[in-house]
């Protein structure tokens, strides 16, 4: 299992919020790149970056932070946030990202969404399946949308996505643990998925619970930041 920082900018910087709240925001380091070299020198090999004024202006806005991390560290670097044409998508590519996510856009616009599939292929697209009660939340969580979370998936994969980050918004950045037993459903329903487990994971225990089940990754953000998981503990899983 890949463990996958997160990174999330707002005005070029890197920050983290409370359940995608973006008055609930915190700056963690005005330079992006120093905390993924950071990742880097521990070994880790993945990065979430995230463009949340990106989100927030429904197109790409933050590519030069992609650009400098991608040209100043190997990491493997999926990015999203915003990204609603193809020239976001060509700008996100070009910047250096190896894979980006779309979550909005495969609710709100399929038809797009599915040309990016059939244009980059399934290991370059990823759909975003953020929840909320089990009902898939949109535009950087500030809507929710009427698609149950189990049906989602299990359309998108019939229709060829093999990469889902999945991130359950009610406990995202709330260090209260993570929602270990959903991803166990979706490991069970769709085992041939490559499920991406985010939000709320605070301790190692919950990271060997999703290796266990075989989850592709899992994205951790505050509980780094904030001190919970050292980036020493997580050099195990490298």
């Known amino acids: 299992m ?6 999330d900018i707002i005005d070029g910087k890197c920050v983290r919020l409370t359940q995608g709240d973006y008055n609930q925001k915190k700056v963690y380091n005005e330079d ?4 993924a070299q950071a990742f880097e020198n521990a070994g880790i090999s993945r990065l979430h970056l995230v463009d949340l004024d ?6 790409i806005i933050n590519y030069k932070v992609l650009e400098k991390i991608a040209s100043k ?10 990204l609603k044409s193809d020239e976001d998508l060509h700008v996100a590519f070009e910047s250096g990202a190896q894979q980006v996510t779309g979550g909005t856009i495969a609710v709100k616009n399929p038809e797009i969404f599915m040309t990016w599939l059939s244009r980059f292929g399934s290991e370059k697209i990823i759909l975003g399946a953020d ?11 500030q809507e929710d949308s009427e698609r149950e979370l189990f049906e989602f998936l299990k359309d998108y994969f019939n229709k060829g996505i093999r990469y889902t980050i999945s991130t359950d918004v009610s406990k ?20 041939e998925l490559n499920l991406i487990a985010s939000g709320g994971i605070v301790t190692l225990s919950e990271l060997e619970k999703l290796a266990e089940m075989d989850c592709h990754g899992a994205i951790i953000g505050k509980a ?13 899983f490298a």
């Open 2 to 7: 890949y463990i996958i920082p997160a990174i």
């Open 32 to 35: 992006p790149l120093e905390v």
């Open 54 to 59: 990106g989100a927030k202006a429904k197109r």
């Open 73 to 82: 560290t190997k990491l493997h670097i999926d990015f999203g946030g915003g």
């Open 131 to 141: 929840f909320k009660a089990g009902k898939i939340a949109v535009s950087g969580w």
């Open 172 to 191: 995202d950045g709330l260090l209260q643990g993570s929602a270990v037993g959903i991803y166990q459903e979706i490991r069970e329903a769709l085992p």
């Open 224 to 236: 780094i930041y904030e001190g919970n998981i050292s980036l020493k503990e997580l050099e195990q």
